[in-house]
């Protein structure tokens, strides 16, 4: 790794543990409140008013929550399609058929998360989707994205464009991590949305 992208990953550290550490200073109240209001800006997207399938997770921990909004978009008769993590860190997919359909797995020695209990439909099937939400921690002005580090999305990522899918590819965020700067490396790719308690911020 060169010199630059020895910096550039030690800046990215350095921004994912400051954002972290406001997360964990959330109380439950705070996530669930933002997570509403999330969920209502993120209904008034024209993309996912017109979407027939959506890619999405479901949040764990103090990230921005997501469940309320996947059983909005489930009642208006979406097809939701919810990650499932492969041992090489890449993601399986599986549909989304309520709270009760999600099982909790635990990944070694990383957070647990919830994954669709049912029918793995395999690795491509977001190339299917209309709108891909995406997970992160930061958003700059330029809708460059920061994840958590393990390179999950970057495949999700380089596997739409390889199929030469374009859904619309939304993060969503708390309002204090859209930010002036994230760093960036060659394989990054820009989001075309934020959406954030307070609204929607697009990127050209």
């Not at 030690?10 to 109380?27: P, S």
């Amino acid at each position: 790794m060169s010199q630059i992208g020895r910096a550039t990953e030690a800046d990215k550290r350095m921004l994912r543990r400051e954002i972290l550490a406001v997360r964990n200073r959330l109380t439950a109240d705070d996530v669930r409140e933002s997570a509403d209001a999330l969920a209502g800006r993120a209904l008034e997207l024209p993309e996912l008013a017109h979407a027939r399938t959506v890619a999405a997770y479901v949040s764990v921990g103090s990230e921005p929550g997501t469940l309320a909004l996947l059983d909005a978009l489930r009642e208006r008769g979406v097809r939701v399609l919810l990650p499932a993590l492969l041992p090489d860190n890449d993601l399986d997919w599986g549909a989304y058929a309520g709270e009760g359909s999600l099982a909790r797995i635990q990944h070694g020695g990383k957070m647990a998360l919830f994954e669709p209990a049912g029918e793995r439909l395999g690795p491509d099937a977001v190339t299917g989707a209309d709108v891909v939400l995406l997970p992160g921690l930061a958003v700059d002005a330029r809708g460059m994205r920061l994840g958590r580090g393990g390179g999950s999305y970057d495949r999700v990522l380089t596997r739409l464009e390889r199929a030469e899918a374009r859904p619309a590819l939304v993060v969503l965020l708390y309002d204090s991590e859209v930010v002036g700067h994230v760093p960036e490396e060659a394989h990054d790719r820009p989001v075309h949305a934020v959406v954030t308690p307070s609204g929607v911020r697009r990127f050209t």
